[in-house]
């Protein structure tokens, strides 16, 4: 099952033995990939680089255990209220994140199905584009909608919510994931081969059946890597939860309170008048390392799982 | 769908029994629903925004430059000419690299190296780094030491094109992998090398995919305003770039930011319709990928 | 052929996009400024500004009159928050740095390092307001008072118990976020604390505009923020006259720009570097900028010096 499409790659080479110039040729390209792939380590480094000093320099002042254990987080505040417990963030950062899935997974994925499976070409080529417009408003719009315009809609539907509070931000969350969700998973979906829909169909299957029981499952790959940039785009967003989630020092289950997830934390700090040398300004790298690892940990989980399940067709 | 599958669809939902009939357009119902759910949602924004600033748009709005001094006169030229020299650069950056990459793992790399699952990784990792350590990234590294390019429109280009880098990637990657392997195998099989087949059969192949990637990752760099805010980019500058690797710039989410923080009332509205002209830069930026798409999409 | 046809459509666009790009290079402006401008000095270079978010419109408003009479030059202005405009500034990355409260002994010794002196330069003021919803009506409050409403550690529940004439209404705050300069301002002046405000019964944001809303939105809601969000928000919101022993005073320009308005009154100020002012468009910038004080202020919006902190101001610079 670990066939790729690179399983070429057994027979390559007795095609290729050809003249040598060719060869070098395509060695030099090679390298040229491989080097733009470097690349992408060489980010990783940087950000590494950039966020682990300080980040050590944080934890000479700050003990690790207050750090990871640690259930408030006030680092901003005074004398005694001062706190540095990280959990709380990681928290509102997946319960965040949780809920704006929440609304952008069926969503996205029911509208990535309609429109590979139900939807006629010319619907396609015009709605594509325009939920790919949602990708690109700007997130400080975003904000303000949840803000303006969502929550009052929630509370007169009758929740009974804070100014600022989980859920609009959750909802806006999602409806900013949306977009990538339904496109990425849109074009997963139609490169499925018509071979497979039309055996289906071949042995009586209904439409509803072909769509989930056989599109979806090979498209999976692909599928998986929507949710992935999804969720990604979600755990790292920052104005949205900035503006409508607002600020609160403690752990809380509850949707209608407020919460601060990670990333809006680093805004907003990095955006403050403290001096930069202060034990303050190095909540900001210590939090990004936080952010870094965790993101890498939820990553390789999810590889693993793709890797178990991908399929390939033909 | 094809002619072919068509009439098979066809077939198959006429020969279907009433309660398939009735599971099948339940289904189709919900299906539209959530399309109908995003579109509303862009809808009330859009209309939001429209609501607030509409009345701001002209085309001294586009030409002027900013003004504190008399908001009447405040217009978002030079926000307009950063965003997009900011898009070019950008562009121009992330798809060779994005697509080199993206070949790069999916026909050249030997999946059991451990340093090419490390690639692998790597990348997915970086689509989640939040856009603020990107800034704080750009600021080490490429404002400062050792590319010292200081605050100039190149240094945000590359910051912002090393943010979206991983989007266009993934994406791409994915395009290339839904390319049939039978098609390559054939294209070898005729004599081509590798690189042939992947110039002229593969990449072709991908393409509407890598489109979208593209388009993704644009719209996202497009409104991107915290590593901007952190690299030094300015929020006012009432000139525009003239050079490219010592001029300081300002971009359109960063006059927006501006705006809308403002106390001012009028100022905000400006900030409206400042988002409109960013989304009218998007939508034509898209429609240039989306065009592509269409064009060369193929079904297997 | 249809293809083709668009992509020429696409390239004309961008083409004329990039004519209309060059072709606005020469500066803005408008023509019809002031006076002055007779010697003709041709002044050229760039300013670059950054740090404050509260000071960037009195530097932006300066920039633009400035740039009336002397069009060669450039200044951007950005708003990265006092902190990190003087990280940059110490770095010899910006030439002013715009700060809402004094340079701290850290930032001082990190620009030494440097060999930056940053000369400190009064430009504005600015106030703190206590605001409350329109419904709930709290026309006058002591300092104690306030205390005891914001406070870390806070015994109060309703606006009564602070002071028995209040009315007798569940307390809810909206203020800025620990990580705000009005916060902390506020937390020293009234809490008597550091960077301390009580937890229960509290919303922060950091963004003034969302704090309007939220006191706007809720019917026994008090929150405080910058002076010229409130005024540019009076038919929203009702403010509170602070009382510090003399008398409740409302704020409003004359009495922040005049000290009475106490204790959340607050100098704003601009750090040039001595090094960078000695630049002759650096030094005409802020020579402009101190002798149009009162005209920049008035155009930002921002409350503007008395002629006392005005000739101080212009000391500094001479001095440098």
Sequence with gaps: MEATSSSVAGVRPSLTKERTSRRSGEQAIKGLLLFAALLSVLTTTGIVIALARETIDFFREVPIADYLFGTKWTPLAGGDQQSFGVLELVHNTLYLTGLGLLVAVPLGLGSALYLAEYASPRFRRIVK????????????????????????????????????????????????????????????????????????????????????????????????????????????????????????????????????????????????????????????????????????????????????????YE | MSVAETTITRRVVERASRGEKTKDLLFRSVLLLC???????????????????????SLEFLTDFPSRVSPERSGIQSAIVGTLLLMALCAAFIVPVGVATAVYLEEYADRDRWWNRLIEVNIQNLAAVPSVVYGILGLAFIVRDPLALGRVLLAGALTLGLLVLPVVIIVAREAIRAVPPSIREGSMALGATQWQTIWKQVLPGA???????????????????????????????????????????????????????????????LGAAAILVLLALLVVMNTGAVFLRNRYEQKW | MRSDTWLAVLASGALALGAVACGGDDEAGGGNGGGGGDESQALSGTITIDGSSTVQPFAEAAAELFNEENPGVKITVGGSGTGDGFEKFCRGETDISDASRPIEEEETAACK???????????????????????????????????ALFESGAKTKTYADANPQFPAEEISLFTPGPESGTFEFFAEEINEQEKMQREDNVQTSSDDNVIITGVSGEENAIGYLGFSFYEQNQDKLNVIDVDSGSGCVKPSLETIQSGEYKPLARPLFMYPSAEKAKRPEVKAFLDFALENHQEISEAAQIVPMTEEQASKSKQAIEGA
């Excluded at chain 1, 509370?155 to 609009?168: H, Q």
């Excluded at chain 2, 399309?35 to 209309?47: E, H, K, P, T």
Aim: proline residues 5%.
């Design chain 2, 207 to 269: 393409l509407p995919g890598i489109a979208t990637g593209v388009i993704l990752a644009l719209s996202r760099a497009i409104g991107e305003t915290a590593p901007l805010l952190v690299i030094g980019a300015a929020t006012f500058a009432r000139f525009n770039p003239g050079d490219l690797t010592s001029d300081a710039f300002t971009a359109l989410p960063l006059t927006i930011f501006r705006f809308i923080s403002d106390s001012n009332t009028e100022f905000q509205s």
């Design chain 3, 113 to 147: 390092m440097e060999n930056i002196t940053a000369t400190e330069v009064q430009v504005a003021n600015d106030g703190v307001a206590v605001i409350t919803n329109k419904a709930l009506s709290i026309p006058c409050a002591k300092t104690e008072e306030l205390k």
């Design chain 1, 129 to 312: 584009p325009i939920l790919e417009v949602l990708a690109g408003v700007p997130t400080i719009v975003f904000g303000y909608f949840a803000l303006s315009f969502v929550t009052p809609l929630l509370k007169d539907i009758g929740f009974d919510l804070g100014t600022f509070n989980a859920l609009g931000a959750g909802i806006v969350l999602g409806i900013l994931v949306l977009p990538t969700i339904a496109t990425v998973a849109d074009d997963a979906l139609t490169s499925v081969p018509g071979s497979l829909r039309e055996g289906a169909f071949g042995l009586g299957a209904s439409k509803v059946q072909v769509s989930l029981r056989v599109i979806f499952p090979a498209a999976l790959s692909g599928v998986v890597a929507a949710l992935v940039l999804g969720a990604s785009r979600a755990i790292g967003e920052t104005v949205i939860i900035l503006v409508a989630g607002g600020q609160a020092p403690e752990i809380t289950w509850d949707p209608t309170e407020a919460m601060q997830s990670m990333a809006p934390f680093i805004a907003a700090t990095s955006q403050s008048d403290i001096p930069a040398q202060s034990v303050e300004a190095l909540t900001i790298f210590a939090v990004g390392a936080t952010l870094f690892l965790m993101t890498l940990v939820l990553n390789l989980v999810a590889i693993r799982f793709v890797r178990r399940y991908r399929q390939v």
């Design chain 2, 35 to 57: 399309i109908g759910i995003a579109f509303l949602s862009l809808g009330a924004l859009v209309f939001d925004v429209i609501r607030d600033g509409g009345s701001k748009l």
